[in-house]
T-cell receptor
Framework: GAGVSQSPRYKVAKRGQDVALRCDPI?????LFWYQQALGQGPEFLTY????????KSGLPSDRFFAERPEGSVSTLKIQRTQQEDSAVYLC???????????FGDGTRLSIL | AQTVTQSQPEMSVQEAETVTLSCTYD???????LFWYKQPPSRQMILVIR??????QNATENRFSVNFQKAAKSFSLKISDSQLGDAAMYFC??????????FGTGTSLTVIP
């Protein structure tokens, strides 16, 4: 389809394991955002890319979180040494540029046991 | 810091009636954007409506309209002729930089047949 695609849709990991979440934005979208959404809460900003440049990573909760977008298209959010508090839905969004409407993926629900 | 407050965790409306969802925000900026997003159980966030702060005219999109009161820092969403498909979580969001978006905690809307 033509929308933002995220995979996997569900991910279960044991505490301490590393996980990688993938986001495939809409073709041609310059801006890419990652959000963390805890149960019953609104999305919280994690990081922002403009093409391949990570211009803002102020929302990443710790140095265990790492995001990349090496070719300015697909992005990967990696969480190292996962902890229970990392359990959440991770949403990816893309847009044509700043202030343009964001198109969201379906999210990845991460559960840490 | 920017904050977005949605004081109504849950709302309900009779089908075909009108409902208003409240949102207030706090910022010292004069130029910014405000958004309402809808998140159905499928999890995908969908943009409902967008308002630029420098525009005095309230935005409208078919059955959806906003009441933007800049001085009061209020941005409510009115849904007219409510339909069953309008049932979802509704999030108010604020952005002044274009790359960081701040979301409220959401209002769960139930539409009663």
């Amino acid at each position: 389809g033509a929308g933002v695609s995220q995979s996997p849709r569900y991910k279960v990991a044991k505490r301490g394991q590393d996980v990688a979440l993938r986001c495939d934005p809409i073709s041609g979208h310059v801006s890419l955002f990652w959000y963390q959404q805890a149960l019953g809460q609104g999305p919280e900003f994690l990081t922002y890319f403009q093409n391949e440049a990570q211009l803002d990573k102020s929302g990443l909760p710790s140095d265990r979180f790492f995001a990349e977008r090496p070719e300015g298209s697909v992005s990967t959010l990696k969480i190292q040494r996962t902890q229970q508090e990392d359990s959440a839905v991770y949403l990816c969004a893309s847009s044509l540029g700043l202030y343009q409407p964001q198109h969201f993926g379906d999210g990845t629900r991460l559960s840490i046991l | 810091a920017q904050t977005v407050t949605q004081s109504q965790p849950e709302m309900s409306v009779q089908e075909a009636e009108t409902v208003t969802l409240s949102c207030t925000y706090d910022t010292s900026e004069s130029d910014y954007y405000l958004f309402w997003y809808k998140q159905p159980p499928s999890r995908q966030m969908i943009l409902v409506i967008r308002q630029e702060a420098y525009k005095q005219q309230n935005a409208t999109e078919n059955r959806f309209s906003v009441n933007f009161q800049k001085a009061a820092k209020s941005f409510s969403l009115k849904i007219s002729d409510s339909q069953l498909g309008d049932a979802a979580m509704y999030f108010c969001a604020f952005s002044n930089t274009g790359n960081q978006f701040y979301f409220g905690t959401g209002t769960s809307l139930t539409v009663i047949p």
